[in-house]
């Protein structure tokens, strides 16, 4: 089944209208401005003041009649395309045989149907805003790793909502090794423009290869631990989903020390997001998908002087110092904390960039 409606983080910006300021003021063969007054009345070198022309006043974003930013002249502004930048997903599922038990006591829907449901709905409502990718595990044998069967990019949700179709229940549970696998891949994917996650989705402790898919142990428990521990460490954080009422209720203390060592620990005593119900799986996915969505702006050129950017939602000043960064590795701006979350939210109806005609000393 498959779902249309509209998540609250998939909202997107109403009008996401960037500028850049003109890098200089003064005359220059790269035509860096037109000219304009500098607060002191300072004319420029080619002769144009703020009130030359009649496109060109301060009150359609030129600034050359004085309009100030932070102390600076914001002088020959033009439109510079931005996008959001898509995080890289991989979805990382636990198809062993335990999964087509029922979900839950007095439930009438296994946990395999309950987790098509909530994937095929965050693959529907994520698509263009999240890159996904897929693994399910065991692959083939019994406790043989998964394997990204569906390569993180742009296009990739109807090929994954196939996947889902055919996904069958069987096997082992090589958690820790099937997330070595995922990440290598990450690593070899060495994508520095979206940041990568991992969302794993388990019905169970791992059983393998110590256990030989059936018996759960501390070895194997161990794999998984120091497989989230390395994804961390190379900058990949995990979602760890716990799915089915049987795994919740009777042993969490691995999934609690894996969401820890991921990144994104819940708070409370159960740090590990439970879902024990379709409903409670849709509710977790929702939750991850706005935790990941949303904090960072690529600029389709680079600024010439990026020490004297300023950012403006909805025409309301955001202090750069912790509250957002340039990348210029990425040519991104990105946000953290509460004007993340504003974005995330999609409340902000307009972002504006500019730039100080004056360059840093």
Not at 12 to 21: I, P, Q, T
Not at 193 to 206: N, Q
Not at 292 to 301: D, R
Request: aromatic share 6%; glycine share 14%.
């Amino acid at each position: 089944m498959r779902r249309t409606h509209a998540l609250p983080w998939l909202l997107a910006l109403l009008s996401l209208a960037l500028w850049l300021g003109a890098a200089a003021c003064d005359s220059d063969s790269n035509g860096h401005g037109d000219g304009g007054d500098d607060p002191d009345g300072t004319t420029h070198a080619d002769g144009q003041d703020g009130n030359s022309g009649g496109d060109n006043q301060g009150g359609d974003g030129s600034g050359g009649d004085g309009q100030m930013s932070d102390g600076f002249p914001i002088c020959g502004t033009f439109a510079l395309e931005a996008s959001s930048v898509p995080p890289n997903m991989l979805l990382v599922v636990d198809k062993s045989g335990s999964m087509d038990d029922l979900t839950s006591a007095g439930s009438n829907r296994s946990k395999m149907d309950d987790l098509k449901d909530a994937v095929n709905a965050l693959l529907t409502q994520g698509d263009g805003q999240i890159r996904f990718g897929w693994m399910a595990y065991p692959n083939d044998s019994e406790c043989e790793p998964g394997r990204v069967s569906v390569q993180i990019g742009d296009d990739t949700v109807g090929t994954i909502q196939n996947r889902l179709d055919w996904l069958n229940a069987n096997g082992g549970t090589p958690t820790g090794t099937s997330l070595e696998v995922a990440d290598d891949y990450l690593v070899g994917l060495a994508d520095a423009m979206h940041r990568s996650f991992v969302v794993l989705i388990t019905d169970g402790m791992p059983t393998c290869p110590n256990g030989d898919g059936s018996r759960p142990n501390d070895q194997d428990n161990q794999l998984a631990l120091d497989a989230v521990t390395s994804l961390r460490g190379h900058g990949f954080d995990t979602f760890v989903i716990g799915l089915g009422s049987n795994l919740n209720d009777t042993n969490p203390d691995l999934l609690n020390d894996m969401a820890e060592a991921g990144g994104w620990p819940q708070a409370g005593a159960v740090k590990y997001f439970q879902a024990n119900s379709l409903d409670q799986l849709n509710a977790v996915l929702t939750q991850i998908g706005g935790q990941v969505i949303g904090c960072n702006l690529a600029l389709n050129q680079v600024p010439e002087y990026p020490n004297y950017l300023f950012v403006f939602f909805d025409g309301v000043a955001v202090p750069r110092d912790g509250n957002w960064t340039y990348n210029a590795a990425n040519n991104t701006i990105e946000f953290t904390g509460a004007y993340c979350e504003q974005l995330r939210g999609g409340t902000v109806g307009k972002v504006d960039v500019l730039m100080g005609c004056r360059p840093p000393d």
